[in-house]
RNA sequence: CGGGACGUAGCACAGCUUGGUAGUGCGCUACCUUGGGGUGGUAGAGGUCUCGGGUUCAAAUCCCGACGUUCCGACCA
């Protein structure tokens, strides 16, 4: 494997080679492997339980707001694909396409699901007849195929796994509220859970979904000042449900058109967590996604008492809920405290015979390399809040790079200077894809992450074409 | 899809120019030693040199092709 280190030398240098930092990251804190086929990886135990952490805190929120978890086919008959033009158009270059059943040629060749907006469509179809059975709130899990020329672990992968929530409603109203709750969700998560903020928004024409009247989006900023689109919400007016035939007998008892909506992230969060919070030393997990929160290390272990009082420690955090392990490997202390670095745990616990003797507990922050020293008999109930703590503080300090990133401009130089630099510049300008298609190639390669708001100063003027602007928009490079 | 780099033990690499018995470091196994920031030592196990063709008495090495990884660009919701 070129280019990947050895797991014992250092890793590169996130400020040298951001690019190479990050791969050099997934390897060594084990979150996955490369396999035999371009841009199909192994979610390995501890990148998958990153998910699994991901997948628990969303799947809560989903059904606290309605969802349903279901699951439909991983193949769509091209047939059935072909429905929806823009949809397609979208999709088609990259799908994967399976043409072979039991050795015969298919006559209707399968395609692997790109995404599943069709196949909910076609199922809809079948399930609602009346307002009655409205609204549908389905939800799936599942990993879905894109043929992609460019791949990187968790970032863009030719299998990636999500989630896609696909709704429909009997009004407007009820689906584009559905669209924004689903948003805040993920932006909740965002704060609450990956310690990640975001840039929020509505994407421009340009940018949205293929087959969406709208989409929003949240927009996270990775340490090298590049975006990241992390997740989207999409409301589909009625252009699916027509071009499906899904209809229902309204409450005036008349035939009406439902109003779709769609909604999913995917293991890009993975990535994202590694870029807005990975150091030199590796990954750097916000406590409430780590699969371990709390790794224990003995030293000297073989001595009296060390263990016990280890595991007395350990139980006492598993009893509050906390992912805490003891590493009682025969490894020295000096490389665990790598190795856990390494892989993230936010919080390490000392224990040796000194701290024994004098009653307390060595403490470092992963986030921030801090040392503490704990009173053993405060453990029990410190230990939840400096997790706590941790949790917050991570999230501050990555909305704060946030914040500072975000600049003001009002010309293409000045917006060209803030995107030399990273982070995000707002810029009004007209809203029109060919000043965006400018822009992109003007800077070489700033894009319209988000709108920021519709409404412009009186007189404002596209730095681009000249016309009048109608949007302020969140312009960065991005991933 | 275009350009560059790379593919040899689990991992990182040397060997290739000038063809001739498969090497180093880390990791792994056993034992000793050490232990508060990747201890030190001794002995071992481990390889169809990415794959497919070709040249040759002989190919990791030379030639052609495919595949994969990686970086840059284009493309991408």
């Given at each position: ?65 309605g969802?349903e ?14 429905k ?36 909910f469509s076609d199922l809809y179809k079948k399930l609602v007849s009346s307002y009655r059975d409205l609204p549908k709130r389905f ?27 696909h709704c429909l409603f009997e009004t407007q109203k009820e689906a584009e509220e559905n669209t ?33 009247v ?21 409301y589909f007016g009625q252009g699916f449900a027509e071009a499906f035939g899904i209809r229902f007998l309204g409450r005036n008892n008349a035939l009406e058109t439902p109003h779709q909506t ?218």
């Amino acid at each position: 494997m070129a280019n990947v280190k050895n797991k014992n030398d250092a890793i590169t240098p996130r400020d040298e080679d951001f690019a190479q930092w990050y791969t050099d990251v997934c390897r060594k804190a084990e979150l996955m492997d490369y396999t035999s086929v371009k841009g199909f990886i192994t979610y390995l135990p501890y990148g998958y339980a990153i998910w699994e952490q991901i997948q628990k805190e969303l799947d809560i929120r989903f059904k606290e707001a309605g969802a349903e978890n279901v699951y439909l086919p991983m193949v769509i008959p091209t047939s059935l694909f072909n429905k929806e033009k823009e949809h397609i158009d979208g999709f088609a270059p990259e799908t994967l396409v399976a043409t072979i059943g039991g050795g015969e040629e298919l006559a209707d060749p399968l395609i692997i699901r790109p995404t599943s907006e069709v196949l909910f469509s076609d199922l809809y179809k079948k399930l609602v007849s009346s307002y009655r059975d409205l609204p549908k709130r389905f939800n799936q899990w599942c990993s879905v195929v894109r043929w992609e020329k460019t791949t990187r672990p968790f970032l863009r992968g030719s299998e990636f796994l999500w989630q896609e929530g696909h709704c429909l409603f009997e009004t407007q109203k009820e689906a584009e509220e559905n669209t924004l709750k689903m948003l805040s969700i993920y932006d909740e998560v965002g704060r609450d859970v990956l310690g990640i903020p975001f840039v929020k928004g509505k994407k421009t024409e340009h940018e949205k979904f293929a087959g969406a009247v709208a989409t929003y989006t949240i927009e996270a900023l990775m340490h090298d000042g590049k975006a990241l689109q992390a997740g989207t919400s999409h409301y589909f007016g009625q252009g699916f449900a027509e071009a499906f035939g899904i209809r229902f007998l309204g409450r005036n008892n008349a035939l009406e058109t439902p109003h779709q909506t769609s909604w999913g992230v995917s293991t890009r969060l993975i990535g994202a967590v590694i870029m807005v919070h990975g150091d030199d030393n590796g990954l750097v997990l916000p406590p409430k996604v780590a699969p371990i929160q709390v790794i224990i290390v003995p030293i000297r272990q073989e001595a009296e008492g060390i263990l016990p009082k280890c595991q007395e420690i350990a139980n006492c955090l598993k009893k509050q809920g906390i992912r805490a392990k003891i590493d009682d490997s025969d490894h020295t202390p000096g490389w665990k405290f790598a190795q856990w670095e390494m892989k993230g745990v936010p919080l390490r616990i000392e224990i040796g015979p000194r701290d024994l003797a004098e009653g307390h507990l060595m403490l470092s922050k992963r986030y921030n390399g801090e040392k503490l020293v704990l009173p053993i008999e405060e453990a029990e109930a410190s230990l939840p809040k400096v997790l706590d703590a941790i949790q917050e503080e991570m999230y501050q300090k990555a909305k704060a790079h946030l914040e500072r990133s975000v600049v003001d401009v009002d010309s293409i130089e000045t917006l060209n200077a803030a995107l030399e630099k990273g982070g995000y510049a707002r810029m009004a300008f007209c809203g029109g894809e060919e000043c965006e298609l400018k822009i992109k190639e003007i800077t070489k390669g700033g894009t319209a992450r988000a709108i920021y708001k519709e409404e412009v100063p009186e007189g404002t003027l596209c730095p681009v074409c000249g016309k009048p602007a109608t949007m302020v928009v969140y312009f960065a490079k991005a991933y």
